[in-house]
């Protein structure tokens, strides 16, 4: 069975982070993944602190998420955030839409960019990938997928796939856990609820209580090279709530 982690974003409206990692410690959960903005401000003494915090309750942070402009313009802070929490893989998380290529090209030309952000990353001895949305999955002008670009052959990049967003955009989950098997080295565990529910949610649902076929996404995942799985909702009215009842239910779907 998988050992599952809890992405931090998803308590960022409920802190502080020592209540929410003592509350995941409590839920079973064996690490948590960060994002930037949690490491905001924090000096090495901070970051120390934290990962003290981390070890009193038994948590790992085996990966994280850093955007693009810090990881283009200060590889020693990214270095220095990794060493320091004992981070192993470090995946670019967005592109606001403002910033993103119109064209195949400008794609292409993307996903040339996270790759020397990568070499850069593994020189550090750390591993580096992509984490997906929807907008990835959206047709270009000549039919082909951003997706495709990013992962150009030849690239290294890794892949944290993040399933429902696949599945948000129309995409078929399982088609692409296939086509890039070999680069899946993280997953978000999320799920979508029917329509017209949790609203107030942004339309997610605790894992194991929405709509994703998950027990049969499990099987597809492991035969990938994931070696995390992800605990996700991007707005949970409730953080305590998703995070024991998804937990519980993805421990039951994957057994």
């Not at 931090?8 to 903005?37: C, D, I, Q």
């Not at 905001?40 to 402009?69: C, F, I, N, V």
């Not at 004992?86 to 910033?99: K, L, S, T, V």
Request: hydrophobic share 40%; proline share 5%; glycine share 10%.
């Amino acid at each position: 069975m998988p050992e599952f982690n809890y992405q931090l974003y998803s308590s960022r409206e409920f802190p502080p982070v020592s209540g929410t990692l003592r509350m995941l410690h409590e839920a079973g959960y064996s690490g948590v993944e960060g994002y930037e903005p949690l490491f905001a401000g924090m000096d090495d003494s901070a970051l120390s602190r934290l990962k003290g915090e981390l070890d009193d309750y038994g948590l790992a942070m085996p990966t994280a998420h850093l955007g693009l402009d810090l990881l283009e313009g200060d590889m020693e802070r990214v270095r220095a955030i990794a060493d320091a929490l004992g981070i192993e893989a470090i995946y670019c998380p967005h592109i606001a839409p403002e910033r993103r290529p119109g064209d195949a090209s400008g794609w292409k030309a993307f996903g040339e960019r996270l790759e020397a952000v990568g070499e850069a990353v593994r020189q550090s001895g750390h591993s580096f990938g992509w984490h997906n949305h929807d907008f990835e999955f959206t047709p270009l002008s000549d039919g082909s997928l951003p997706i495709e670009h990013v992962f150009a052959d030849g690239s290294g990049l890794e892949w944290e796939a993040d399933i429902a967003w696949v599945a948000r955009a129309g995409a078929d989950p399982f088609a692409w856990i296939d086509r890039f098997a070999d680069r899946i080295t993280a997953v978000h565990v999320k799920d979508i609820a029917a329509p017209g529910e949790n609203a107030d949610e942004d339309g997610w649902a605790d894992v194991g209580d929405g709509t994703l076929p998950w027990r049969d996404l499990m099987q597809a995942i492991g035969k990938t090279r994931v070696r995390h799985y992800v605990m996700e909702h991007d707005k949970p009215a409730d953080d305590r709530r998703f995070a024991t009842r998804s937990i519980d239910g993805a421990k039951a779907l994957s057994a």
